[in-house]
C-alpha cells in the first residue's frame, strides 16, 4: 500500500478465516458451521430457550475442540504487530476462540464473546470456562445454575461497540481479515472507517461480501497474506 509511513493507528477485524487453517470450521464456506447447523436451533436466544440441550451440546463441542486447536502463522504475525508497533493497534475479532491470544497479541477485543467463558444470567458475572455447560454447574460467583456460554446470538447487542468506534475514529488504517462480510455490524466497519477517513485494506481467501468497499484487497490463505502485510508494515 501506497504511504505507509503516514499510518499510525490501525483496527484489525478478523473473522473465521484467520483460524481455518488452524483447523477451526468457518461459518459460511462449503462444509461450514452453517451448511450443518441452523443458525435458528443453536445460535438465537430463542433456539436456548426452545432446547437448552441442544445449544449447550453444540457449543461444549466447540469449546472442546478449540483446545485442542493452535495458533497459526496468521495469528503470530499479528500478535508480532501488535507487540512492536507504536501507535494504537486494536485486534477486533469476531472469532470465539483464543487463538490470538494464545499467539501473544494483548490488544483483543473480542466482540461476538468467547468459547472460553461462561456467562450467568441470574448474577450476570462471566467466569473463565473450559469444561462442559451441559450439566448445568454452578456459578462460581452466585452458585446459580444459570450459566450460557458467552457467545453474541443472532438477535443480540455485540460487546463493545463503544470501543470498537471510538478506535474506528481513530484509526489511519482499516483492515479486515478472514471474514466474509455477511455479518452486521462488524460487515459495516469498513465503510464507517472509511467515511472517518481511514484507509482501508482486504485480506481474505476470496471476495468478501464487501470487497468493493476496500481501498485495496489481496485475496489468498492468511497464513501468506498476512505475515507478508506484517512484514511490510514494520519494514516502515
Ligand atoms: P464466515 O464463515 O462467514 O467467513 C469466513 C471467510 O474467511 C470467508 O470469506 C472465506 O473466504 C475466508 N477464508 C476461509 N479460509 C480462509 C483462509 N485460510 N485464509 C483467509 N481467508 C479465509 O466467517 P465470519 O465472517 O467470521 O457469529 O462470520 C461472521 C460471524 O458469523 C461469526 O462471528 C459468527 C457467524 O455467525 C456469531 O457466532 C455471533
Same mark, same amino acid.
Given at each position: 500500500m501506497?504511504?505507509?509511513a503516514?499510518?499510525?493507528?490501525?483496527?484489525?477485524?478478523?473473522?473465521a478465516g484467520?483460524?481455518a487453517?488452524?483447523?477451526i470450521d468457518?461459518?459460511r #464456506?462449503?462444509?461450514?458451521?452453517?451448511?450443518?447447523?441452523?443458525?435458528?436451533?443453536?445460535a438465537t +436466544?430463542?433456539a436456548?430457550?426452545r432446547d437448552? !440441550?441442544?445449544v449447550?451440546?453444540?457449543?461444549?463441542?466447540?469449546?472442546?475442540?478449540? $483446545?485442542?486447536? $493452535? +495458533?497459526?502463522?496468521?495469528?503470530?504475525?499479528?500478535a508480532?504487530?501488535?507487540?512492536?508497533? +507504536?501507535?494504537?493497534?486494536?485486534?477486533?475479532t $469476531?472469532?470465539v476462540?483464543? =487463538?490470538?491470544?494464545?499467539a501473544?497479541?494483548?490488544?483483543?477485543?473480542?466482540?461476538?464473546? !468467547?468459547? =472460553?467463558?461462561?456467562? @450467568?444470567?441470574a448474577? #450476570?458475572?462471566r467466569s473463565p470456562?473450559r469444561?462442559p455447560?451441559?450439566?448445568?454447574?454452578? @456459578?462460581p460467583e452466585?452458585?446459580?445454575?444459570?450459566?450460557r456460554?458467552?457467545?453474541?446470538?443472532?438477535?443480540?447487542?455485540p460487546?463493545?461497540?463503544d470501543e470498537i &468506534?471510538?478506535?474506528?475514529?481513530?484509526?489511519?488504517? &482499516?483492515?479486515s481479515?478472514?471474514?466474509?462480510?455477511?455479518v452486521?455490524?462488524?460487515a459495516?466497519?469498513v465503510?464507517?472507517?472509511? #467515511?472517518?477517513?481511514?484507509r482501508?485494506? !482486504?485480506?481474505n481467501?476470496e471476495?468478501?461480501?464487501?470487497?468493493?468497499?476496500?481501498? !485495496?484487497?489481496?485475496?489468498?490463505p492468511?497464513?501468506?497474506?498476512?505475515?507478508?502485510?506484517?512484514?511490510e508494515?514494520?519494514?516502515g
Amino acid at each position: 500500500m501506497a504511504g505507509m509511513a503516514s499510518i499510525r493507528n490501525i483496527v484489525i477485524l478478523t473473522g473465521a478465516g484467520v483460524s481455518a487453517e488452524s483447523g477451526i470450521d468457518t461459518f459460511r #464456506d462449503g462444509g461450514g458451521l452453517w451448511e450443518r447447523h441452523r443458525v435458528e436451533d443453536v445460535a438465537t +436466544p430463542e433456539a436456548f430457550a426452545r432446547d437448552p !440441550e441442544l445449544v449447550l451440546r453444540f457449543y461444549d463441542m466447540r469449546r472442546e475442540a478449540i $483446545q485442542t486447536r $493452535q +495458533p497459526n502463522a496468521a495469528h503470530a504475525a499479528l500478535a508480532r504487530l501488535d507487540a512492536a508497533w +507504536p501507535g494504537e493497534l486494536l485486534i477486533v475479532t $469476531q472469532n470465539v476462540d483464543d =487463538l490470538h491470544e494464545r499467539a501473544g497479541a494483548n490488544r483483543v477485543l473480542h466482540m461476538h464473546g !468467547e468459547h =472460553l467463558n461462561a456467562w @450467568c444470567t441470574a448474577c #450476570d458475572a462471566r467466569s473463565p470456562w473450559r469444561g462442559p455447560l451441559i450439566a448445568r454447574p454452578a @456459578c462460581p460467583e452466585c452458585g446459580e445454575r444459570a450459566l450460557r456460554p458467552d457467545i453474541v446470538w443472532f438477535g443480540e447487542m455485540p460487546y463493545r461497540m463503544d470501543e470498537i &468506534f471510538a478506535a474506528l475514529r481513530e484509526a489511519d488504517l &482499516f483492515v479486515s481479515i478472514g471474514t466474509s462480510g455477511a455479518v452486521y455490524p462488524a460487515a459495516g466497519f469498513v465503510r464507517n472507517a472509511r #467515511d472517518l477517513g481511514a484507509r482501508t485494506l !482486504e485480506l481474505n481467501l476470496e471476495p468478501s461480501q464487501g470487497t468493493l468497499w476496500f481501498d !485495496e484487497a489481496r485475496h489468498g490463505p492468511a497464513t501468506e497474506l498476512v505475515p507478508a502485510w506484517v512484514e511490510e508494515m514494520l519494514a516502515g
